[in-house]
């Protein structure tokens, strides 16, 4: 796809994850850290779900997608065995770069909400 100006749009992807163990901190509540974790997990699904990976071999060498952006604003606990939906929204695309929101729902209510942006 070849893209001649920064253009808005939005592009939709919907997965679902549930919380293990591991993500999990002393207080069996999901870990700020892994909120990201979960982000780049769903890009990366939604990019093999377009027949893309986020690791791609080119004639010059690996085609990586590095962040220059990253956030997430928490709005209530997740915990052990939750299942979270992840809602991935591609929100606007540069010439070079795309700008992701993602809104992380438990049960319908959301939990979390945060932005990337790749390059």
């Given at each position: 796809m070849s893209v001649d100006a920064e253009s808005s749009f939005r592009v939709e992807f919907v997965t679902r994850r549930r919380?293990?163990?591991a993500d999990t901190d002393m207080g069996g509540v999901v870990h700020f850290s892994r909120f990201f974790v979960f982000m780049e997990n769903a890009e990366h699904l939604f990019l093999e779900s377009l027949g893309c990976s986020a690791l791609l071999k080119g004639e010059e060498g690996n085609v990586l997608w590095p962040r220059v952006t990253a956030s997430c604003e928490f709005l209530g606990p997740v915990r052990f065995r939750d299942e979270?939906?992840?809602q991935l929204l591609?929100?606007?695309r540069g010439r070079t770069s795309l700008h992701y929101d993602a809104?992380?729902?438990l049960a319908?209510?959301?939990v979390a909400r945060g932005q990337l942006t790749t390059v």
């Open positions: 919380v293990e163990f979270l939906d992840i591609v929100c606007r809104v992380f729902r319908g209510v959301e």
